[in-house]
């Protein structure tokens, strides 16, 4: 009995700290020369309700920012190398995090405060971090409508702060 109960603290250990896991994502200026300079960090963590984003960024313009995972794990040629947003679904629409039509790579706008910091938490209740590894995060130069009208992605416009998601 008692390596029955061992067992079962066990795998209930391994649970919640599956269930709970976090990382975090060491953010660049995008350049056309590969990463640029570090403007730091956005921890990604599970939890009940979905993936909590927590950025710890500064040097950044103020504003509303489109914000995205995308398909692959490259920050490179002015962020061009991420490929477009994560649809594992295939599904081409841009509908933001709360529309379960749309695809996955589409998160809260990212807003940065007049000292050009961003320190407000997102939560994307349709994601979990080990879905998203292997991919990379992206904050746009702009704000995010989550359509592709009147333009397309949204009008995020330039691809500007970029992560990788390690595997």
Not at 71 to 81: K, S, V
Not at 87 to 95: E, F, I, Q, S
């Amino acid at each position: 009995m008692k390596i029955s109960k061992c067992f079962l603290w066990i795998v209930v250990g391994l649970f919640v700290n599956t269930a709970y896991a976090s990382e975090e994502v060491v953010m660049h200026f995008t350049t056309s020369k590969g990463v640029g300079k570090s403007v730091g960090t956005i921890t990604l963590e599970n939890t009940p309700y979905g993936l909590l984003l927590t950025p710890h960024l500064s040097h950044l313009e103020p504003g509303a920012h489109g914000f995205h995972i995308h398909e692959i794990p490259n920050c490179d040629d002015n962020g061009n190398a991420a490929g477009g947003h994560f649809d594992p679904k295939k599904t081409g629409k841009h509908l933001g995090p709360y529309n379960d039509k749309g695809h996955l790579g589409d998160l809260p706008v990212l807003v940065v405060n007049e000292q050009g910091q961003a320190t407000l938490p997102v939560l994307a209740p349709r994601l979990k971090l080990a879905e998203l590894r292997g991919h990379s995060i992206m904050m746009h130069e702009h704000g995010d409508n989550y359509s592709d009208f009147p333009e397309k992605m949204g009008g995020g416009g330039g691809r500007r702060i970029c992560g990788v998601i390690k595997q």
